[in-house]
């Protein structure tokens, strides 16, 4: 197993909180990751090892060793225990390590009963930082997951087809969601032909027979499962007319393409959607090195109805940058001047736009450089 970039960060964590809490979708490494920390592990799906837990608690949080407690919303019980051990000793840090795989279930617990004694860590699949420049075309089509992606090609998209009917008809019913199996699948899809586009629950909601309230809860609930991401539109006092509606995105780029159905490279690129599959690859991309870096930012798309665009804005207190993303390795003069325009009109310190050229070039304010080198740059820490 490869190092991951994350054990940095809940080391770090763990050094100044009593608890945190490590989030992400089923079957990213939480696991594999929280094993190597050492310590002893639980898992709340596991009736045994629950009743092991209860058995020896005790025991267990008198004890020097740290506490993994993995799926913890399935109980939420132990929550109130939790804080009850911290309270007793709120100068102890890293004791107990929590792993979720439902932001919603474990921050509605957390929020009740561990406010202020918890920090968190959001992981995902692999992460262009992690694997480097070399794999970034596999990374992109065949997704970060370990088992059926980025580690294991030969698997895809078979493991993604089995990964997403086993979520659907097994982990997110049992986590709440009301959606019958064959919807969910039917409404991921939905989502997926989407990607990249404005978020309409409307529109989904008349092919799926269903309301958009309804749409728009079973989409926060994907969201809260780390499926689905929604971009924001970011705002500007300006007299255009800004698109408002929230860009989706299926977040892990191999399973987006299993559930459009691309099997091979060729296939991918012939495909009319390639270009919102690679914005939101990046998307993705560019946010996991952010955390890496410590140097999170808030995310934003800019639109105006007359076609000027963003595809993604990043902000930090009143500091904003600019973020275009091309597949092209010869970006033209055109897109470097429409770039500095619309970033302009968002005021915008800098622009940065991300294609395939081989060396980085800067031109005044706008920054043209490779993926795999803004990703390294980001993770480094220097925003």
């Not at 969601?177 to 699948?185: D, G, H, N, R, V």
């Not at 989502?191 to 749409?215: C, E, M, R």
């Not at 099997?263 to 991918?268: F, I, K, T």
Request: proline share 4%; hydrophobic share 45%.
């Amino acid at each position: 197993m490869r190092d991951r970039k994350y054990s940095v960060l809940v080391r770090e964590k763990l050094k100044r909180y009593p608890a945190v809490a490590l989030l992400g979708p089923r079957q990213c490494g939480k696991t594999t990751l929280a094993r190597e920390l050492g310590g002893r592990y639980f898992d709340m799906e596991a009736e045994g090892d629950f009743l092991r837990l209860d058995a020896e608690w005790a025991e267990l949080v008198g004890g020097r060793e740290l506490l993994i407690i993995d799926e913890a919303q399935v109980r939420p019980e132990i929550f109130r225990r939790l804080r009850g051990v911290i309270d007793a000793d709120r100068g102890r840090k890293g004791r107990f390590l929590l792993l979720g795989s439902v932001s919603p279930a474990l921050a509605r617990n957390v929020g009740e009963s561990l406010a202020g004694r918890l920090g968190f860590v959001e992981m995902g699949p692999f992460a262009l930082s992690e694997v480097g420049a070399a794999q970034m075309e596999d990374l992109w089509l065949y997704g970060g997951f370990p088992d059926g992606g980025i580690l294991e090609r030969l698997m895809f998209p078979e493991w993604q087809g089995d990964y997403l009917n086993a979520l659907v008809s097994r982990d997110l019913p049992a986590w709440g969601l009301a959606a019958k199996p064959q919807q969910t699948l039917r409404l991921l899809g939905m989502l997926a032909a989407l990607q990249g586009q404005p978020f309409n629950a409307s529109q989904l909601g008349k092919g799926l027979g269903i309301d958009a309230k309804t749409v728009t809860a079973y989409v926060d609930f994907l969201e809260g499962a780390f499926l689905v991401r929604r971009l924001p539109a970011y705002f500007a006092n300006l007299k255009k007319r800004l698109v408002k509606a929230p860009r989706v995105f299926i977040r892990d780029s191999g399973l987006l393409h299993r559930l459009l159905r691309v099997r091979e490279r060729a296939e991918l690129f012939a495909q009319p959607w390639v270009g919102h599959s690679w914005e939101g690859f990046l998307v993705e991309q560019t946010i996991a090195a952010l955390n890496f870096g410590r140097n999170e930012a808030e995310a934003f798309y800019f639109r105006t109805s007359d076609g000027y665009e963003i595809d993604l804005v990043l902000q930090w207190g009143t500091r904003r940058w600019a973020v275009e993303m091309k597949m092209t390795s010869d970006p033209s003069v055109e897109d470097v001047r429409r770039l500095r325009k619309t970033a302009g009109l968002i005021g915008a310190e800098r622009a940065v736009l991300l294609c395939r050229v081989a060396e980085p070039v800067a031109y005044d304010d706008v920054w043209v450089v490779h993926p795999a080198e803004w990703v390294r740059y980001l993770a480094a820490g220097r925003t």
